[in-house]
């Protein structure tokens, strides 16, 4: 039987504000319902190693939702951050920082990282997937084109490689395309799998 198969006596739930996300668990096939928006304080230790913070905001995010989980229902929350060397390149403030982040990465190699954790009424489990972005050397003017017409103020690194930048400025990427668009399908589809199998009797 197929994973969207096996899932459909259950209560997926999606906890995000990124479309990409919404857009990647759709093509999956798995049926689910989007979460009510909700407050949670990104913030995490400043010791914590940089490609160990979207798994930790992953499940800072679980634990931050406010409606309790009832037999059945599975919660999934993610977080994807831009590591560029031991630095994480969050979120941009404005046009200015966006176009600051975009020439650091300029001709280098970065990491993304997603971490993502199950939660069920019982069960938590957490993983997280890491791809390499080597980015070519770009100019002012495609930063600068890039950020103005694409407005990436919302996502890590300020870049979204589904967008122009990506076709036009990636020279090459080493592990899942879909991790650096915001979640790495193939392992979350492997992880439900094993969550699933090791659940309760109530479900």
Same mark, same amino acid.
């Given at each position: 039987?197929?994973?969207?198969?096996?899932?459909?006596?259950?209560?997926?739930?999606?906890?995000?504000?990124?479309?990409?996300?919404?857009?990647?668990?759709?093509?999956?096939?798995?049926?689910?319902?989007? #979460? #009510?928006?909700? %407050?949670?304080?990104?913030?995490?230790?400043?010791?914590?190693?940089?490609?160990?913070?979207?798994?930790?905001?992953?499940?800072?995010?679980?634990? #931050?939702?406010?409606?309790?989980?009832?037999?059945?229902?599975?919660?999934?929350?993610?977080?994807?951050?831009?590591?560029?060397?031991?630095?994480v390149l969050g979120k941009p403030a404005d046009e200015a920082e966006a176009r600051a982040m975009i020439?650091?990465?300029?001709?280098?190699?970065?990491?993304?990282?997603?971490?993502?954790?199950?939660?069920?009424?019982?069960?938590?489990?957490?993983?997280?997937?890491?791809?390499?972005?080597?980015? #070519?050397?770009?100019?002012?003017?495609?930063?600068a084109y890039y950020v103005e017409n694409y407005r990436p103020m919302d996502k890590a690194g300020a870049?979204?490689?589904?967008?122009?930048?990506?076709?036009?400025?990636?020279?090459?990427? %080493?592990?899942?395309?879909?991790?650096?668009?915001?979640?790495?399908?193939?392992?979350?589809?492997?992880?439900?799998?094993?969550?699933?199998?090791?659940?309760?009797?109530?479900?």
């Amino acid at each position: 039987m197929l994973l969207h198969d096996k899932l459909k006596s259950f209560n997926i739930i999606l906890a995000s504000a990124s479309p990409r996300r919404r857009e990647l668990l759709q093509a999956t096939g798995i049926e689910y319902r989007l #979460a #009510a928006k909700f %407050e949670c304080d990104e913030v995490y230790p400043a010791s914590l190693p940089a490609e160990a913070v979207a798994e930790y905001l992953s499940q800072l995010k679980s634990h #931050a939702y406010p409606t309790p989980l009832s037999c059945g229902d599975i919660l999934i929350t993610a977080d994807t951050t831009v590591v560029l060397g031991n630095e994480v390149l969050g979120k941009p403030a404005d046009e200015a920082e966006a176009r600051a982040m975009i020439a650091r990465l300029s001709g280098r190699e970065h990491s993304v990282v997603t971490g993502v954790t199950l939660r069920s009424l019982d069960n938590e489990r957490s993983f997280s997937s890491k791809s390499k972005v080597r980015f #070519a050397e770009l100019t002012e003017e495609q930063i600068a084109y890039y950020v103005e017409n694409y407005r990436p103020m919302d996502k890590a690194g300020a870049y979204g490689i589904q967008e122009w930048i990506g076709y036009c400025g990636i020279e090459s990427i %080493e592990g899942s395309f879909y991790n650096v668009m915001g979640l790495p399908v193939q392992r979350l589809c492997r992880e439900l799998e094993c969550f699933i199998e090791h659940l309760p009797s109530c479900y």
